[in-house]
């Protein structure tokens, strides 16, 4: 259980941190698609570690072979299947903490419920897995594009130092001219130095990803329990690290009033707009047809170059030694991981869409 | 799609605001469970309207009739159909906005998705629907109370006024005691005047609900898409009104560096703990056996009693009016919504542990 | 787990044979369907008991009541919400049978799973709840109607009395012309009358239903494990007292050789036709366009007007006595369920079918 | 939609017929199990082509290899992820049907639902799929195997070649002995010797495969739409080629009557038996504790030696000739394809009735 993600266009994957390979498969892309193994090449590369003096040093090509589901550069509807080798991968490194549980990770709780694991690297819990994704909703995102839609993230917090404006006064473009990822070049430079001392320090230190959805049909979101945003929700949840979600006008639209918070329609042209979009394009679960926005909460990795106490399996007191490289701040490269899953969902919802209305079937 | 929640623990809910009656169907209870109808109702109680002078006076009885899965008071393991009457609907009072698209309610969404709408009351996608989540709820608590898990939910915040204290440091007994359902009596006090206030002013104003889950086993949690906190999200977020919802230590945990957030393990007896509680007792998306607790927040809902202007079905401008009663604040009423979404979420986690370990099968 | 059928287009049932009420709750309708409650009536009739001097003598009404999902006639793409009532069960007249179980009945099985049951008439297990299912699946009918598919079911053979003809060879519209609805009238004289020396005897005999589906358009069906015919078989060993499922040659087709098996394809106008059907309008599960077909076989109820040797709760020897009415052959009674659950297969995947091409998204 | 089988233990494959490789990826396989890597392979070499003169010639080596899941030899709770490579594949045999639709293939079919195709070997649609099914399958074997649960399958038919023997009379230790999997040595070598003479002939012939599970605890089942034997029979019809499905009496049930199709319970020591076992292990949808049993019937596969008539994708009359090696009769390969499905459904089962009591959660 928990292996799959989305309905109808549907990612799984399998693998771990130090297994032989990572695997994703994706199921339920439409038949037809023209797909470009370049792009899917380009999301890996904004993944991976080692791209930047404010990322972990750790090596990972990270190089994807597609299996299957794809004859003639085309998609055939059946499922594609894209391994991606672990290939420099040392084990030996994790002796020191096969017995271990370190703090804040998930050694314990996989521990305690499998009574088994596979304590290299985190195993199946390590964000390494978050590869795996990165290909599948690269795939959803060549679908997307094809039908018009976009999404763009963006760092837009690293610790207390926060962009102020809103997404719309800022030119997005400008988000991969930078090694942190922040569509402000003044922010980007505090950012970055900001990074780089915690990384002196061997800290760690926490991140907000806002993302932004263009161009959405009006529509897609399946009430009550599916709603669109829920299932964005769940899809952030899902990424390591993450603790918060909130689109729109998020926690802080808890100080509005009602007649502040509503957003007024109006018609330009054909098409229906809101005047203000607190809603964050979506209404009752279901796009308006305005931007999708949404911000994600990173806490600091857990892991850090520093001593810590902690227990072993048998109970007893254990000093946890950091060791190798770490990344003191994971958010620049969860932008493209954020964007893939939002990929992912809003693929997903446009095909459940097409089975709404009798007279469209 | 979107009318169940849960996988082996499962509720499907049906039903519109003004059609005959509302219907939860809860599969998956295992059997053998005493049920009390009584605490069934008591769930009801707290989520209806009318229940205090902040909240709507509208009047629903929310009577429950239970029509299978229960044989001489003890569930048997077949669905449990739950049906909730309509019984004092006007419907007559929805003719005034019969084809108008009211601002930031789902009106319009609705009508993209659908091609038709049942617009009394905003049909399936009012938060009357979440009287039968009540219902089922309440049956998912009966079972963790069962199992010696208890939860408790409550307002932490009223648009500005927010509660400063760790829930540790409050009483929440307390928070039942007064009608917005604040364990602090002096905040309280406070609160119940702002919503009075907006009240008065035919406006609404948002919130925050803070839920805690005690004496959950470690080990629940489906790596690496359903880890418990993405579930926990999801159904927070299928609540009408929610924006945002994070656990642990949240939006503001991004803040903090890895040293400081990290939970340090310890033994205490033969239970393993940790020192503090930054991960909200999930890691890695697996239960630690801390307190389980997370924010909920709830934007000002959009039904105001003020003229809005906005569009009909025939793309013209038209004025909104509001009309009859509201509600100036949901948290209070959402309080036991939340608990009831919780419950089903642990309830279903709690299955699908018993088959994570050979031994045990 | 188990009371859904369905991906898109979803039944879900609750309801014991004994309880307050049936229900059956249909998902993923498409909006705008007008919904014509007497043809729902109207199967329900088609199953209920009492018709005829050849089915149980038992009284039920079988009303519907349908509580959501429907606005001014049409579907709303909303769950459609049914209840059944239990009205005239005469619950006193299971005592004899509390703790005691039935031969081949699922007394001895429900009680292994569950630990409790509820022993009057079968609960969950008895064929009554079939009855949600032909509600359910009169609005799939409606829906198909809708697209030009229709399906009828018929019974070919009683006993070892077995329709030598193939079905284009016959009339189908004259099976509902007679009490066992087999469409050759001379045949359906001799099954007759066999049914009533059967039940004269006190006893019970198995049957054969064969359904034909038309006009289905070719590229249902879901590779590898959701096959068209899969799901069909599915659908139909999951009535009571089915105990097999073929389709196209079926088990005939496993003597014959590939020479005389393949189907020649051949074009009529604009359109693929094939000579021979033995592929049942099926090839490689997904539909071709021809009819579907396919025989449903059904064992000899297991409830008899005779004593009969069993064990009782407490493993010990007792006699099981036949009391009260009895059905002596259900196949007249499942013509109805069986194009039940095909409508609800075919619906499904007709949903499904639209998300296959990327030109059509 | 449709590569997955299963709820908790959950098998999802991948790839064509001439792609690179093939994937099974094994969801919820119970973590502390030591997989025996020698058993997989076993299973692939009775499923693989070439292992006999009545079988095709085509060469497959079928090397699955281990990807993810396992760690010291034992499953880690984590998903199994195998591939197997398509070593030895020759498309340039495949340009002479490259446009046509092979009579009773899915060839029309997969282009009606995808508007393209992999017409290499009949991509997705191949038997080749199965090799992923006979991996996955072989793990959940193994689970079974140490819960005491062990299933075999024999072929009980070829043509009309069949059995009269029940299998209660049969040594089916036999079966394996030889190349046709019958366990009754003489009825085999008349069934050898007519498969050599159809292989002779260029042409193709059906048969049946009996499968028997011993040892499965009474209880498991889903109640109502998911019952033990509906999965089984869902399972066995998405095999390619296959017909028909019937357990215990199956269609000759048909002809008995209820006094003497129902079994009767007895007491032996502290376990209940039947004195007959009509129903094939399985009463109301749930396992009562005695043999499982169930036939599946082949068709003679499409691909024969012969020049046959057809249609192309511009919708010409085109010629079809038979080239390269064929496979006169499948059964004698599905057999090890018929017990991996079935392991795949009783493992889930097995899974899913771990919480049906409270008392035992």
Known sequence: MGNSFGKLFKLTTFGESHGKALGAIVEGCPAGLELDESKIRLEMQRRKPGQSKITTQRK???????????????????????????ADQKSKDYS?????????HADYTYFEKYGIRDYRGGGRSSARETAARVAGG????????AKGISMQAFVSQVGDL????????????????NIVRCPDPEMAEKMISLID?????????????????????????EPVFDRLHAELGKAMLSINAVK??????????????G????????KEGEKVHTLTNHSGGIQGGISNGEDIYFRVAFKPVATIMQDQESLNEA?????????????????????????AMAALVIADYLLLAKSNKLQEI
């Open 138 to 145: 690269a795939i959803a995102k060549q679908f997307l594009e």
């Open 96 to 104: 020191h903490i096969a017995d271990k549980f370190r703090p804040s």
């Open 60 to 86: 990972e090509e990270d190089e994807i072979e597609i299996l299957s589901g794809v004859f003639e550069g085309k998609t055939t509807g059946t499922p594609i299947g894209i391994v991606i080798q672990n």
């Open 244 to 257: 918060g979600f909130e689109y729109g006008s998020g926690f802080d639209g808890v100080k509005m009033r």
């Open 315 to 339: 109970g007893e007191t254990v000093t946890v030694s950091g060791k190798g490289r770490h990344d003191p701040c994971v958010v620049p490269r969860a932008v493209p991981i954020v964007e």
């Open 162 to 177: 926060s962009l102020e404006k809103n997404y719309t006064e800022l030119n997005l473009s400008l988000a991969e001219e």
């Open 197 to 221: 001392q915690v990384r002196l320090e061997r800290d760690t230190i926490g991140g907000v990803v806002t993302c932004v959805i263009k161009n959405t049909p009006p529509g897609l979101g």
């Open 259 to 266: 007649s502040q918070h509503n957003d007024t329609f109006f």
